[in-house]
């Protein structure tokens, strides 16, 4: 009688959580291609977390504020390589590839950053 009392308190109970569980959040399902999936299962273990958080990362951060920042970056650093490609061309002098190399890489620095959805 007591067991039976506690299956029917737990059903009722799980009922009642489930549709409460239902109001507050939507479930979304999609189908992706085993490449794909695989590409992202290699960086969540970069990261130490499961594909589905993952993946769930990404499409819910809000990329907006730090990829303008980045966008901004990166429009300065072309400029700078712009500015320097034309100073070497117009005083025909040799381009000083260091320092091309170092702003190219801050450039892709920023781009990888921009792409990564896990801080």
């Known amino acids: 009688?007591?067991?039976q009392i506690k299956q029917d308190y737990r059903k009722i109970y799980l009922s009642q959580y489930h549709k409460q569980y239902r109001k507050q959040y939507i479930q979304i399902s999609f189908r992706i291609d085993k490449k794909q999936y695989q590409e992202f299962?290699?960086?969540a273990?970069?990261?130490n977390i499961p594909v589905t958080t993952y993946i769930k990362r990404i499409a819910t951060q809000d990329r907006n504020i730090s990829n303008t920042t980045n966008i901004a970056s990166i429009v300065v650093i072309i400029l700078e390589v712009i500015d320097l490609l034309e100073e070497a061309i117009?005083?025909?002098t040799i381009i000083d590839k260091r320092q091309l190399?170092?702003?190219i890489q801050q450039c892709q620095t920023l781009l990888d950053d921009s792409k990564s959805p896990v801080s």
Do not use: V
């Open 101 to 103: 190399l170092s702003l």
């Open 41 to 43: 299962e290699q960086q």
């Open 45 to 47: 273990q970069q990261h």
């Open 1 to 3: 009688m007591l067991k």
């Open 90 to 92: 117009y005083e025909d």
